[in-house]
Structures are given as C-alpha cells and as structure tokens.
C-alpha cells in the first residue's frame, strides 16, 4: 500500500488550498482514509476521514472550514481547506487505516501547508 499526499504550499490567510492523496495498493473495502495535521510544537491531530462507505467526519476544530471527498476512479482523496488561517500551518499527512484484514495503519509523506498572514 503507498499512499502520496500533495498540493501543500503558501497561502496567504483567508485564502484556499486543496490537498490531494493517491492511495494504491489496496483492495479492501474496510477502511477509511484520513487527513492528520502536525502543527509546529504540537501533536498530531486528525482533521478529518472519509470511510470507505463514504462517511466523512470532521474534527470540531475544523467544521466549516474543511471538506473532504475522493475520486473513487483516480484513487485519491481530497482536502479542501478554505479561509485559511495562521492556524492551518502543519504539515499534514494522510493515512489509510485499513480495519480488515488489520487493523493495519499506512502513512503517506507529509506535505507541508503555511499561511502567511
């Protein structure tokens, strides 16, 4: 399973970014990708997931703000991070957890977001 985030960058506040993550490898239906962000100095914080069912689910920091979607026919999931703010600097990586067979966890390579003010 290899899993390759992109689309980090700068943006200035109040502006929008998409993130994308190409997920291949895999062939179980039991999972659900998500989208966890590093802020400098802090931990780790799951932003927000999609199951393979087609749930979605937010962190309440970031209801409103987020959306996440996938392209089923290109493999891959989808951020989309609007009115941004100093807040959303981290690096943010996706991650399958796969509950069957597993439950087994894959990362993909952190890309990094920062919003100038």
């Known amino acids: 399973v290899q899993l390759q985030a992109s689309g980090g960058g700068l943006v200035q506040a109040g502006g929008s970014l998409r993130l994308s993550c190409f997920a291949s490898?895999?062939?179980?239906?039991?999972?659900?990708i998500g989208w966890i962000r590093q802020a400098p100095g802090k931990e780790r914080e799951l932003v927000a997931h999609i199951t393979g069912g087609g749930i979605k689910n937010f962190a309440d920091s970031v209801k409103g703000q987020f959306t996440i979607s996938r392209d089923n026919a290109k493999n891959t999931v989808y951020l989309q991070i609007d009115n941004m703010t100093t807040d959303d600097t981290a690096v943010y990586y996706c991650?399958?957890?796969?509950?069957?067979?597993?439950?087994?966890?894959?990362w993909g390579q952190g890309t990094l977001v920062t919003v100038s003010s």
């Open positions: 490898g895999f062939t179980s239906d039991d999972y659900a």
């Open positions: 991650n399958l957890h796969q509950l069957w067979p597993g439950p087994k966890d894959y």
